[in-house]
C-alpha cells in the first residue's frame, strides 16, 4: 500500500460520491479537507472484520469486494463496489470496529475520510447528519435487496437479471463486455464461481453465448422468458 496526495481528479470523484454528493459544496470540502489515499493490488486486504478503523472509505478508481468468512473459511460477497461509493461508515458508530472484511478485487484507489471529524460534523451540521441517514438507509435496502435475490432467484435468473441491467433499451440481440472477472460477478450475485459456471451454461438454450468475458445475447425475449 501506498499513500499518496489527493489529486484534482481524485477531489472531483468524492465530492460526486454516495455520500458527499449529498452535501452542500462548502460542507463536502470541509470534509475532505484532511483525506488521505492509498493505493492497492489486487488482493490486498484494507481491513478484516472485528478490525478496529476509524475511517469511512470512498473508491476512487477499481474495485473492492465487501465479504464475510464463514467458520469453513467460504467468503460470502456482500457488496462489489466502484468508483464513488463508500464503505465502513457503520464503523465510526459501531464501536469502530468493522463489521465485514474489505479487499481490493483489482488494482484500486481509495480515499479515507477521518472517522472522528465526521462524527463531530455530523454532531454540529444537519446537513451531514441526513447525509449519513440517507447512506445508512440506502445500505439497508442494498442488504434487502440482496436478501430478496437469495430467496427468491434461482442462480440461473439471477445471472440473466444481470444480463438483461445491460440490455440497451429497445435492442433484442446485444453483446457487452463484463466490467471485471467472473469471480467477481459471482460474489457480487452471491454464487460461487463454479454455480456461476453452471448457470451460464443453463443459459445457453436463451441464446446466451459466453467467450471470456465477452457475453452475446442473441434473443432477449427468449431471456426475459427464462
Do not use: W
Not at 469511512?56 to 456482500?78: H, I, N, Q, T, W
Not at 480515499?111 to 438507509?137: K, T, Y
Not at 439497508?140 to 430478496?148: G, H, I, R, T
Request: net charge positive.
Amino acid at each position: 500500500m501506498k499513500t499518496l496526495r489527493l489529486t484534482s481528479n481524485d477531489r472531483a470523484i468524492l465530492l460526486k460520491s454516495s455520500f458527499l454528493g449529498r452535501l452542500p459544496r462548502s460542507t463536502s470540502e470541509a470534509v475532505i479537507e484532511d483525506a488521505t489515499v492509498s493505493t492497492h493490488e489486487e488482493d490486498d486486504v484494507l481491513f478484516r472484520q472485528g478490525d478496529g478503523i476509524d475511517e469511512v472509505f470512498v473508491v476512487l478508481s477499481g474495485l473492492v469486494r465487501l465479504y464475510r468468512v464463514g467458520k469453513d473459511g467460504r467468503e460470502a460477497d456482500l457488496a462489489v463496489l466502484q468508483a464513488g461509493e463508500v464503505f465502513a461508515e457503520s464503523a465510526i458508530f459501531l464501536g469502530h470496529h468493522a463489521t465485514a472484511s474489505a479487499r481490493a478485487a483489482e488494482a484500486s484507489i481509495i480515499a479515507r475520510l477521518d472517522g472522528r471529524r465526521l462524527r463531530q460534523l455530523a454532531v454540529s451540521n444537519p446537513d451531514v447528519a441526513q447525509a449519513f441517514i440517507e447512506l445508512l438507509c440506502h445500505r439497508s435496502k442494498m442488504v434487502e435487496d440482496l436478501l430478496a435475490q437469495d430467496r427468491l432467484h434461482t442462480a440461473p435468473e439471477r445471472v440473466a437479471n444481470y444480463i438483461l441491467s445491460n440490455c440497451p433499451s429497445g435492442s433484442t440481440s446485444f453483446s457487452f463486455r463484463l466490467p471485471f472477472q467472473k469471480n467477481v460477478l459471482a460474489g457480487k450475485l452471491g454464487l460461487a464461481p463454479e454455480a456461476l459456471s453452471r448457470a451460464f451454461s443453463k443459459l445457453r438454450q436463451s441464446g446466451v453465448v459466453v467467450r471470456g468475458r465477452m457475453i452475446e445475447i442473441r434473443d432477449r425475449h427468449a431471456l426475459e422468458r427464462f
